[in-house]
C-alpha cells in the first residue's frame, strides 16, 4: 500500500521538524527554515539518522567533532551518540531514520 505525505500539509512535529512518509523500518522528516542559533542542547536519539542539506548552513556538533554541513552535503548521525546544531544561515534538510524517530 503506497503512502503519501505533502510536505505543505503535513504537520509540524514537537521540535519543529515536518514529519513525512514513514513505515515500520524507516521515516523522513523535514527540518524547514529554521532559524540560526547557538543554544541548542545536546542529545542523544535511539535511531540512526540520514540527512541531506537543501539550503542553508549549519554545524553538526557530533562526539567531540564539529562538522560544516551547506548545500549539497549530506551526513550521518548514529544511533545513541551525542549531537546538536548550530544553526548558521537559515536552513532546510531533509533526513531519513531507521527506525523512525517519535
Not at 54 to 60: Q, V
Amino acid at each position: 500500500m503506497a503512502t503519501k505525505v505533502s510536505a505543505h500539509t503535513a504537520a509540524a512535529g514537537p521540535h519543529g521538524e515536518i514529519g513525512l512518509a514513514a513505515g515500520e523500518r524507516l521515516g523522513m522528516r523535514m527540518w524547514r527554515a529554521e532559524e540560526p542559533n547557538a543554544d541548542k542542547p545536546m542529545t542523544t536519539s535511539p535511531h540512526e539518522t540520514v540527512g541531506y542539506v537543501i539550503s542553508g548552513r549549519a554545524e553538526l556538533v557530533l562526539g567531540g567533532e564539529t562538522v560544516a554541513l551547506a548545500p549539497g552535503d549530506s551526513y550521518l548521525v548514529p544511533a545513541g551518540v551525542e549531537h546538536t546544531y548550530r544553526i548558521l544561515e537559515t536552513f532546510t534538510s531533509v533526513e531519513a531514520t531507521a527506525p523512525p524517530a517519535k
